[in-house]
C-alpha cells in the first residue's frame, strides 16, 4: 500500500514568494494532519482535517498560511507571501477513526527554503 | 498549555538497555505516544499509553503514570539503527491534537 506522499520534496523560494505544498493521504485514512517541524520549535501541529473539514486551525502561525483539503485524497498547504521564518520540514500525516491507538502516518516531508 | 520535557541527548552501547524519560504538565490528558524519528526521515509510531502501566512491544516497552505526570520509553538490546531521535508527545481532550517534546536523540555506539 502507498503511504502518505507529498509533494514536493524539496522547495527553495525566494522571500516574497507563493509556496505550496501537497499531499495525498493514505486510501481510506479520514483524518489529515498539517505539521511543521524545526530545530528551534520542534515538530508542531499546525491544523488537521476530518473529512475533509477543518478541525483545528489554532496551530496556524498567521494569515500567510492557508489549507485546504477540497477532496478526500487531496490537501494543500500554503503559504503566501513566505518569509525566511518559514523555512522548516513541513510533515502531512493521516489516519483512520477507528484505527489503532490514534495511529498517525507521516510523508517523508517538504524541506522548504526561503531566501 | 502544555509542557514536555526529555532529554536532549542520550548515547548508550549497542547491546545495552537505555531507559528516555519524559515528563509533562498539560490539563486535560488523553494519552502519550513515542514516535521514533532518524535523521532526514519522518516519525514512525512506536507506542500509546492511555492507562498506567507498562506495555511491551518486542524490544521496545513504554511506561505512564498518569499521577506523576511521567513517562519513559524502555529500549532493550539497542542496535546501531536505533540510533535516532525519540519523540514523545502528549494530547489532551482526544487523540488527534498531539503536542510534542523536542526530543532525544539517542546515539548507539559499538
Known amino acids: 500500500d502507498a503511504g502518505v506522499i507529498q509533494s514536493p520534496r524539496h522547495e527553495v523560494t525566494e522571500m516574497g514568494q507563493e509556496v505550496t505544498l501537497r499531499c495525498k493521504p493514505i486510501s481510506g485514512h479520514d483524518y489529515l494532519f498539517w505539521y511543521r517541524q524545526t530545530m528551534m520549535r520542534g515538530l508542531e501541529l499546525l491544523i488537521y482535517f476530518n473529512n475533509n473539514v477543518p478541525i483545528d486551525d489554532s496551530g496556524m502561525p498567521e494569515d500567510r498560511f492557508s489549507a485546504k483539503m477540497p477532496n478526500a485524497s487531496f490537501s494543500t498547504l500554503k503559504i503566501q507571501p513566505s518569509e525566511p521564518r518559514d523555512s522548516a520540514v513541513y510533515f502531512c500525516?493521516?489516519?483512520?477513526?477507528?484505527?489503532?491507538?490514534?495511529?498517525?502516518?507521516f510523508g517523508p516531508g517538504t524541506r522548504l527554503t526561503v531566501t | 498549555g502544555q509542557n514536555i520535557d526529555q532529554p536532549t541527548e542520550m548515547t548508550a552501547t549497542e547491546g545495552a538497555i537505555v531507559q528516555i524519560n519524559c515528563t509533562y504538565q498539560t490539563s486535560g490528558f488523553n494519552g502519550l505516544f513515542w514516535y521514533q524519528q532518524h535523521a532526514g526521515e519522518a516519525p514512525t509510531f512506536l507506542s500509546y499509553?492511555?492507562?498506567?502501566g507498562l506495555e511491551e512491544k518486542g524490544r521496545f516497552s513504554s511506561f505512564l503514570s498518569r499521577s506523576k505526570g511521567y513517562s519513559y520509553l524502555l529500549l532493550k538490546e539497542l542496535q546501531m539503527k536505533d540510533s535516532a531521535s525519540y519523540l514523545c508527545?502528549?494530547?489532551?481532550?482526544?487523540?488527534?491534537?498531539?503536542?510534542f517534546g523536542t526530543g532525544t536523540q539517542l546515539k548507539v555506539e559499538l
Open positions: 500525516a493521516s489516519r483512520r477513526t477507528g484505527g489503532y491507538r490514534y495511529e498517525q502516518y
Open positions: 508527545a502528549v494530547t489532551a481532550g482526544g487523540g488527534n491534537k498531539l503536542t
Open positions: 499509553n492511555v492507562l498506567d
